[in-house]
């Protein structure tokens, strides 16, 4: 029989991860569909198919369920066998995982739900679309995989329209707003039952949490109960973004005693930790905060119980009152006069080129090289993140990253990832001769802020990483509650005055207390007056400004330091420079960032 070549692409994809409320349902949303996916291709490889992307080094062990090979969305392989039955075969694989995944989701709810129509809306879900065509040779491979991505993409114009099955007048999903819920509204408190009957609104407060985990503002359809409550064998929590956000603290408390030897650390969380035993609501929520990666002290205790603002997600009356009282004693035992700081970093990032580079590949052979490499860097990515960044990974597909971070790490981290993604797809060029190259967006955000409008403000900064000029390029938006967001950018290629460099020489300042804050506001308001004037105009102020100002602690900006800052100006605005206040406006953006990262390093020192 011809060979042929087989494409399968499993959706939907960005619009299903990013419908989350909380973000375990963001990873698990990411999971589930690479488990689906991997569900597929582990049938295309046991019926004696050859993979070429996803690419597995030990296919037995990387296609297992539940294993830590993530597969992306797209599936290409050369077969052997008639393409329809093995796409048959590989489609049977992936609904008889997504059963099972499921099962395990509704066996996690202890309250009834309406099973049959939260079943029809998962069957729903899955986007299944294939094509074949016979590869006549190796020599022809190339040929054969273009013309397959016009067809697939012919394929996924062509919708397939079928009856709703599951559609009612119940109350729409809170996530997507698509999907009808299948919770009983009976179960919810009535409009005016919180001022009408207080004990009775509380009671059902409580009931919701315990039985579904959800709060009194949430409806859940088939959909979102799988993602909320769907099982990863063992390792199924994910840490919150008030987690993100605690890090710093929980950095800084780990030190504690250390600096205070009169008063024990342990003992004092432990006393906030047993306040929670006290009544069935208190000990569901505090089992409920929990984080995959437990800390010497605080154990696997999600760093939201260090939010007084988070306790009014699930807590009402007399529990929520009682808990902040019992975070505020904890703070007061120890001394500790600010709370954490309530922002956390989501970093995006995507490949550049790549779609070049692939194409340019003359062989199949060439193309599992490149499915190697980025199943090598997928592994290497998650090490990075979790294990020296202390972040939380949500996916990593291919050249396709998101990612939580505390807001000390991130540019670090982003740092770290496209150094080793340039590195191990350094063999492969497009016709251009270029390697690919990584583009990352982070934004910072509150930690009460909405998921999706954190994606949001995340994808925002990927897309303008993406538009510089032969981008390779990093892009920070930040994002304050009660003011304008700030977003810079800049490219990765080192200079002695690159972006990378200019932020972590000015971080480096404000943590010293070296530089002030002020000068910035000043440099964006002479952006503003100055817009039409020519660049040496703007580098003359500049100088005076800097030169005139004085530090935190009432002392003159050193010498030094203010030619370095001048020379980082000047740098960003040479005279030839047409529209210099832009650069202007850029760079005290870059100081004021610089800053607002610098006050969680010295938190996590102590400082």
């Given at each position: 029989?011809?060979?042929?070549?087989?494409?399968?692409?499993?959706?939907?994809?960005?619009?299903?991860?990013?419908?989350?409320?909380?973000?375990?349902?963001?990873?698990?949303?990411?999971?589930?569909?690479?488990?689906?996916?991997?569900?597929?291709?582990?049938?295309?490889?046991?019926?004696?198919?050859?993979?070429?992307?996803?690419?597995?080094?030990?296919?037995?062990?990387?296609?297992?369920?539940?294993?830590?090979?993530?597969?992306?969305?797209?599936?290409?392989?050369?077969?052997?066998?008639?393409?329809?039955?093995?796409?048959?075969?590989?489609r049977?694989?992936?609904?008889?995982?997504?059963?099972?995944?499921?099962?395990?989701?509704?066996?996690?709810?202890?309250?009834?739900?309406?099973?049959?129509?939260a079943?029809?809306?998962?069957?729903?879900?899955?986007?299944?679309?294939?094509?074949?065509?016979?590869?006549?040779?190796?020599?022809?491979?190339?040929?054969?995989?273009?013309?397959?991505?016009?067809l697939?993409?012919?394929?996924?114009?062509?919708?397939?329209?079928?009856?709703?099955?599951?559609?009612?007048?119940?109350?729409?999903?809170?996530?997507?707003?698509?999907?009808?819920?299948?919770?009983?509204?009976?179960?919810?408190?009535?409009?005016?039952?919180?001022?009408?009957?207080?004990?009775?609104?509380?009671?059902?407060?409580?009931?919701?949490?315990?039985?579904?985990?959800?709060?009194v503002?949430?409806?859940?359809?088939?959909?979102?109960?799988?993602?909320?409550?769907?099982?990863?064998?063992?390792?199924?929590?994910?840490?919150?973004?008030?987690?993100?956000?605690?890090?710093?603290?929980?950095?800084?408390?780990?030190?504690?005693?250390?600096?205070?030897?009169?008063?024990?650390?342990?003992?004092?969380?432990?006393?906030?930790?047993?306040?929670?035993?006290?009544?069935?609501?208190?000990?569901?929520y505090?089992?409920?905060?929990?984080?995959?990666?437990?800390?010497?002290?605080f154990?696997?205790?999600?760093?939201?119980?260090?939010?007084?603002?988070?306790?009014?997600?699930?807590?009402?009356?007399d529990?929520?009152?009682?808990?902040?009282?019992?975070?505020?004693?904890?703070?007061?035992?120890?001394?500790?006069?600010?709370?954490?700081?309530?922002?956390?970093?989501?970093?995006?990032?995507?490949?550049?080129?790549?779609?070049?580079?692939?194409?340019?590949?003359?062989?199949?052979?060439?193309?599992?090289?490149?499915?190697?490499?980025?199943?090598?860097?997928?592994?290497?990515?998650?090490?990075?993140?979790?294990?020296e960044?202390?972040?939380?990974?949500?996916?990593?597909?291919?050249?396709?990253?998101?990612?939580f971070?505390?807001?000390?790490t991130?540019?670090?981290?982003?740092?770290?990832?496209?150094?080793?993604?340039?590195?191990?797809?350094?063999?492969f060029?497009?016709?251009?001769?270029?390697?690919?190259?990584?583009?990352?967006?982070?934004?910072?955000?509150?930690?009460?802020?909405?998921?999706?409008?954190?994606?949001?403000?995340?994808?925002?900064?990927?897309?303008?990483?993406?538009?510089?000029?032969?981008?390779?390029?990093?892009?920070?938006?930040?994002?304050?509650?009660?003011?304008?967001?700030?977003?810079?950018?800049?490219?990765?290629?080192?200079?002695?005055?690159?972006?990378?460099?200019?932020?972590?020489?000015?971080?480096?300042?404000?943590?010293?207390?070296?530089?002030?804050l002020?000068?910035?506001f000043?440099?964006?308001?002479?952006?503003?007056?100055?817009?039409?004037?020519?660049?040496?105009?703007?580098?003359?102020?500049?100088k005076?400004?800097?030169?005139?100002?004085?530090?935190?602690?009432?002392?003159?900006?050193?010498?030094?330091?203010?030619?370095?800052?001048?020379?980082?100006?000047?740098?960003l605005?040479?005279?030839?420079?047409?529209?210099?206040?832009?650069?202007?406006?850029?760079?005290?953006?870059?100081?004021?960032?610089?800053?607002?990262?610098?006050?969680?390093?010295?938190?996590?020192?102590?400082?």
């Open positions: 029989m011809t060979d042929s070549l087989l494409l399968i692409s499993i959706g939907p994809v960005q619009d299903f991860i990013a419908s989350a409320r909380r973000t375990r349902d963001l990873w698990f949303g990411s999971w589930l569909l690479s488990e689906l996916a991997k569900a597929a291709a582990k049938s295309i490889y046991e019926h004696e198919g050859d993979l070429i992307f996803p690419y597995p080094a030990t296919p037995k062990t990387d296609l297992a369920a539940n294993s830590t090979f993530n597969v992306p969305n797209k599936i290409l392989a050369k077969i052997k066998d008639d393409p329809k039955a093995q796409a048959v075969l590989a049977e694989a992936l609904i008889a995982r997504l059963n099972e995944i499921r099962e395990g989701a509704f066996a996690k709810v202890n309250g009834e739900i309406e099973r049959e129509r079943i029809d809306q998962i069957n729903s879900l899955v986007e299944f679309n294939w094509v074949a065509l016979p590869l006549a040779s190796d020599d022809t491979y190339r040929a054969t995989r273009q013309q397959l991505e016009h697939m993409a012919a394929r996924k114009n062509t919708r397939n329209f079928g009856k709703v099955t599951w559609g009612t007048n119940a109350p729409k999903s809170s996530i997507d707003g698509e999907r009808e819920s299948v919770i009983d509204e009976s179960l919810y408190p009535l409009p005016n039952e919180k001022t009408r009957n207080p004990t009775a609104y509380e009671d059902k407060v409580r009931s919701l949490y315990q039985k579904f985990g959800i709060n503002g949430e409806r859940l359809s088939g959909v979102d109960i799988l993602k909320r409550h769907g099982q990863k064998g063992k390792d199924s929590r994910f840490p919150s973004t008030s987690h993100m956000a605690a890090i710093p603290m929980f950095n800084f408390l780990n030190k504690y005693d250390e600096l205070n030897a009169n008063i024990s650390l342990i003992d004092e969380w432990n006393r906030y930790i047993n306040f929670f035993n006290k009544n069935p609501t208190l000990i569901k505090i089992n409920n905060e929990i984080t995959p990666n437990p800390q010497p002290i154990g696997d205790k999600d760093g939201s119980l260090l939010f007084a603002e988070r306790f009014t997600d699930t807590l009402e009356g529990d929520l009152s009682d808990a902040r009282n019992a975070l505020e004693a904890f703070y007061n035992a120890l001394g500790v006069k600010k709370p954490p700081i309530p922002y956390y970093a989501i970093l995006h990032a995507d490949g550049d080129a790549m779609g070049s580079v692939i194409n340019f590949q003359s062989d199949l052979f060439k193309h599992q090289a490149i499915s190697k490499q980025l199943t090598l860097f997928a592994g290497e990515v998650k090490s990075i993140v979790e294990t960044y202390q972040g939380a990974l949500v996916y990593s597909g291919g050249d396709d990253v998101l990612a971070l505390p807001l000390h991130a540019l670090e981290c982003a740092d770290a990832l496209a150094k080793k993604f340039q590195i191990l797809l350094s063999d060029k497009n016709k251009e001769d270029r390697s690919p190259t990584l583009s990352v967006g982070i934004a910072i955000v509150h930690h009460l802020e909405p998921l999706s409008d954190a994606l949001e403000l995340a994808r925002a900064a990927e897309k303008k990483a993406k538009a510089v000029a032969g981008k390779n390029a990093l892009a920070i938006n930040l994002s304050k509650r009660g003011g304008a967001d700030r977003i810079i950018v800049g490219s990765w290629i080192e200079s002695t005055y690159s972006f990378y460099n200019r932020l972590k020489k000015l971080i480096e300042w404000h943590q010293n207390d070296q530089i002030p002020g000068f910035a000043e440099l964006h308001d002479l952006s503003i007056r100055l817009k039409d004037l020519p660049a040496a105009i703007f580098r003359a102020e500049a005076r400004i800097i030169e005139r100002k004085h530090t935190s602690n009432g002392i003159k900006v050193d010498g030094d330091i203010a030619q370095a800052l001048l020379a980082m100006i000047n740098d605005v040479p005279e030839t420079q047409t529209e210099a206040h832009t650069m202007i406006h850029q760079f005290a953006d870059e100081v004021i960032i610089a800053e607002f990262i610098a006050q969680a390093n010295k938190l996590t020192t102590g400082q």
